[in-house]
């Protein structure tokens, strides 16, 4: 199942390099909340493996549009049982003044609703 949301880049993070087979890059944008117009929601996106440069195009200040997956995992060490969320972007374009996409902003051939996790991706607490 996929989702969209529109808000303001505000942060955007290199891209860190977890194992020699597994690369992740987030950031955040704020979207405005309709229930408290004061109060806006700060939303921390990720995108991995090829993805990791969808967000290059795009400057702090952009309003963008996000596509994404949710993404949960049950990770377990010692004994402890944690589950953790992502938010998986796949395309992201520009919008507002201007409007038209930028480069990067076309989704991906063939892009699937609902993306397969990427190998060993799941070995990973985070």
Same mark, same amino acid.
């Given at each position: ?14 891209? &860190? ?6 690369? %992740?890059? +987030?950031?955040?944008?704020? =979207?405005?909340?309709?229930? $408290?117009? !004061? ?26 549009? &996000? ?6 995992? %049950?990770? +377990?060490?010692?004994?402890? =049982?944690?589950?953790?969320? $992502?938010? !998986? ?38």
């Amino acid at each position: 199942m996929s989702f969209e949301l529109t808000g303001k880049l505000i942060v955007k993070e290199d891209t &860190v390099n977890i194992s020699d087979r597994f690369k %992740k890059r +987030e950031f955040v944008i704020d =979207v405005p909340n309709d229930r $408290n117009p !004061e109060w806006n929601d700060t939303i921390k996106f990720q995108t991995t493996q090829d993805r990791t440069e969808l967000i290059e195009p795009f400057n702090l200040g952009d309003d963008i549009l &996000v596509a994404f997956n949710i993404k949960g995992n %049950k990770w +377990e060490r010692d004994g402890k =049982v944690n589950y953790f969320t $992502n938010l !998986e972007a796949w395309r992201i374009e520009k919008v507002g003044a201007g409007g038209g996409n930028t480069p990067g902003a076309a989704p991906l051939p063939n892009q699937p609703e609902a993306l397969p996790p990427e190998e060993g991706e799941d070995d990973f607490p985070f």
